[in-house]
């Protein structure tokens, strides 16, 4: 099924102010009066000041001159538009169709059936190549792609990355257009965004706003770079492109933030509150590259456990600042441990990007092939230090024991700190989970962030060296009961 965190945002209006009137005619240039007779002036008035013609001037400076791309104004119809523009990139976009099998009660037809449908866009006409989201192929059997021209193909799936959203695929067609792609580490907050796609089940539909934001995070996946747009988002514009006021690819229409306080848009109206996620083509086109390459995303490690850095947590390492990422562990042997970083190390600049929290290193690692040499601007208490991470190959490991963490699943794991750890007075048993990546096997069963875990199995947990002997003799699929807030929940990782 379509991932709820689908599609959503606000409509913008562009009011475009004007004096009453005035209408969209352009204001004429003025021009000197005929020359009069000068009338007769009585003792009392003041003589009219004659009109003389300018005297030539010198060439304009630069900075007074007019602007080489001004607001797109259709002389012929007398209408600002971004028609031209985006005309070019509107047969690029198609409508995604998955099906497969009925998750309900069936019929014992084996025909495949549509699941769900959403967006995607071309980024390769003489190779075919599709791009959109994993959410929407997923569960797929057989793909189809509508054209705007009425056209109707099946697809082939190349492949998917769950941790990004992302899914790759491919048509064999004639006289296909495709999108052009902007690099979107040059976009500022207030661009104008336009979102398009099919959605509601209605025909392709073009939106616009504005790039409200850069570099969100806090999603729940290795994205953490997101593009936020108010742009109308909607059940439907999943995969669609969210393109600039030329026309050019800058993300894909990934998720929604709708229902108040539920951030997967999972809340009882998942209506349009004008927060949409897009994929940035920075993250996007190294995904589809890996895809396209290998049929899979491979992704690197640097070998230390990080954390964001809260205003708590600033206040007890005596900062100023509140954006960054804390290191909470090395590994031996690691790529951190060869850069000289040290747990409590705080991060604040990475491949010469700022980082806000814990998810914007994981983004820049994440898109970071194995070799790739990093530069890191560090906090280390107080002053600050620079050195370089060599990001290494990922090798797949159950569970990894550090000095002060556990990486397991995909998901990180501490002692209990001190404050949170007494209750009337005693300890609490139980190990907290300090992050989750996403996109990993932890993610996809909902272990979350701050969860404890008080059981592996049957065996109880009290500390850290117990977790990882519970989950080392334990290779099949595991159950953790966990205490999150006043509830206890099972959940079931491993395969």
């Given amino acids: 099924m379509s991932r709820s965190v689908f599609m959503a945002g606000s409509a913008v209006a562009l009011a475009l102010l004007t004096l009453p009137g005035a209408g969209l005619a352009q204001t004429p240039k003025p021009t000197p009066p005929a020359a009069t007779p000068a009338p007769t002036q009585s003792p009392a008035q003041t003589p009219a000041t004659p009109y003389r013609a300018p005297r030539p001037a010198a060439a304009p400076a630069p900075a007074a001159r007019a602007p080489q791309f001004p607001l797109p104004y259709d002389e012929r119809r007398g209408v ?7 005309e070019r990139s509107l047969p690029a976009v198609v ?9 309900g009660p069936t019929t014992g037809e084996n025909e495949p059936k549509p699941l769900q449908s959403g967006s995607g866009v071309i980024i390769d006409a003489r190779e075919g190549i ?7 192929v997923d569960g797929g059997t057989k793909f189809t792609v509508d054209m705007t021209d009425g056209r109707l193909f099946d697809a082939t799936l190349v492949g998917v990355d769950k941790a990004t959203d992302v899914a790759v695929l491919k048509i064999e067609a004639p006289h296909l257009s495709q999108v052009e792609i902007v690099d979107s580490d040059t976009l500022r907050t207030g661009d104008l965004a336009f979102a398009v796609g099919y959605p509601l089940g209605l025909d392709q539909t073009l939106t616009m706003g504005v790039i409200s934001g850069l570099g969100r995070s806090g999603l729940g996946d290795a994205v953490e770079d997101y593009i936020q747009t108010d742009a109308a988002v909607n059940s439907g514009n999943s995969g669609g492109p969210l393109l600039d006021s030329r026309g050019r690819l800058i993300g894909i229409n990934t998720s929604i933030l709708s229902g108040g306080s539920d951030p ?5 109206t998942g209506g349009n509150d004008g927060i949409a996620f897009a994929v940035p083509t920075r993250i996007l086109m190294f995904v589809v590259g890996q895809i396209r390459d290998h049929g899979e995303v491979t992704r690197g490690k640097i070998g230390a456990a990080m954390g964001s850095l809260t205003a708590t947590r600033a206040r007890a390492f005596g900062l100023g600042i509140v954006r960054g990422a804390v290191v909470e562990d090395v590994a031996p042997g690691s790529p951190a441990e060869a850069a000289g970083l040290q747990k409590n190390d705080i991060i604040t600049r990475i491949q010469n990007r700022p980082v806000a929290n814990a998810g914007s290193v994981q983004a820049t690692v994440g898109i970071a092939p194995p070799g790739t040499r990093l530069p890191i601007v560090y906090l280390r208490d107080g002053h600050e230090h620079t050195t370089a991470l060599t990001v290494a190959t990922a090798e797949p490991v159950r569970v990894a024991v550090g000095k002060t963490a556990i990486e397991a699943f995909g998901a990180q794991f501490r002692a209990l700190p001190v404050e949170d750890g007494k209750e009337a007075g005693e300890m609490q048993a139980g190990v907290q989970v300090a992050s989750v990546e996403g996109g990993s096997d932890a993610a996809q069963h909902k272990l979350a962030a701050g969860d404890i875990v008080t059981k592996v199995g049957e065996v109880e ?13 334990d290779q099949g699929m595991t159950t953790l009961t966990v205490r999150r807030g006043e509830e206890t929940v099972e959940i079931n990782v491993g395969e």
């Fill in 130 to 136: 599709i791009v959109t989201n994993n959410h929407v």
């Fill in 95 to 103: 409508q995604v169709t998955t099906l497969g099998s009925s998750r």
């Fill in 80 to 86: 600002f538009t971004f028609a031209t523009g985006l």
């Fill in 461 to 473: 947990i009290t500390d850290l060296a117990g977790l990882a002997a519970a989950l080392e003799a």
């Fill in 264 to 268: 997967l848009g999972m809340g009882a």
